[in-house]
């Protein structure tokens, strides 16, 4: 059984940076995609940032490119979603999830093993 832990969520300001953590365990870790997924209140999950396998090919949002960093270190089974310039509008439950396949993906379908997810709140 895959479990994945997520952490390092929390209140900031606009402006702020903060990082995500998200822990997975079982040895399928280095050769599957993760990925970060949010839900704000009323919305619906959408996708943040993916990573595939090895770290070589990366998907972001529209709307945190340029922001946001997502990047995995293979020897400690953990990937990392780095957030700078955080906006009011960033304000949700934050999701890893580990991918089905090893390669990348936008599409939600294409991950299992969800975490319980981190709250990100980002003041004005």
């Known amino acids: 059984q895959v479990q994945v832990v997520e952490s390092g969520g929390g209140l900031v300001q606009a402006g702020d940076s903060l990082r995500l953590s998200c822990a997975a365990s079982?040895?399928?870790?280095?050769?599957?995609?993760m990925g970060w997924f949010r839900q704000a209140p009323g919305k619906e999950r959408e996708v943040v940032a993916t990573?595939?396998?090895?770290?070589?090919?990366?998907y972001y949002a529209n709307s945190v490119k340029g922001r946001f960093t997502i990047s995995r270190d293979n020897a400690k089974n953990t990937v990392y979603l780095q957030m700078n310039s955080l906006k009011p509008e960033d304000t949700a439950v934050y999701y890893c999830a580990r991918g089905l396949f090893y390669q990348g993906s936008s599409n939600e379908a294409d991950f299992g093993s969800w975490g319980q997810g981190t709250q990100v709140t980002v003041s004005s």
């Open positions: 990573i595939n396998w090895n770290g070589g090919s990366t």
């Open positions: 079982g040895r399928t870790f280095n050769n599957r995609a």
